[in-house]
């Protein structure tokens, strides 16, 4: 029987690690926009990315809470949640569930 399934490799050590850092910075987050600067810099620390927003809707809502920029700030256009390139990610999951979408490419 071989123990390669049972025994996690450094990476995935690491990637437990950085799981546990980022739940534990964002547990101290009261402010959406602290919320998002914390997760972008701890998350910069094993995946690139040139930016990220973060985007709460209202439960049970398509009406945006906050829409706050966590690094990288550009110009957003001023539209409709279902216009949203990310609306597809997030109109194909259920709103009572506590999902995250995630859309963009890697820099």
Not at 54 to 72: A, M, T
């Amino acid at each position: 029987m071989s123990t390669d399934a049972i025994i996690p490799g450094e990476k995935d050590k690491q990637r437990y690690e950085a799981v546990l850092r980022i739940g534990e910075a964002l547990s101290s987050c009261d402010e959406p926009e602290l919320l998002a600067r914390t997760l972008a810099g701890e998350m910069e620390k094993f995946l690139p990315f040139d930016h990220l927003y973060l985007l709460v809707l209202k439960e049970n809502s398509r009406e945006i809470e906050y829409r706050v920029c966590g690094k990288g700030a550009l110009p957003l256009p001023d539209l409709p949640t279902e216009e949203m390139p990310i609306w597809e990610a997030i109109s194909n999951t259920d709103t009572r569930s506590n999902s995250v979408a995630v859309t963009g490419s890697p820099s």
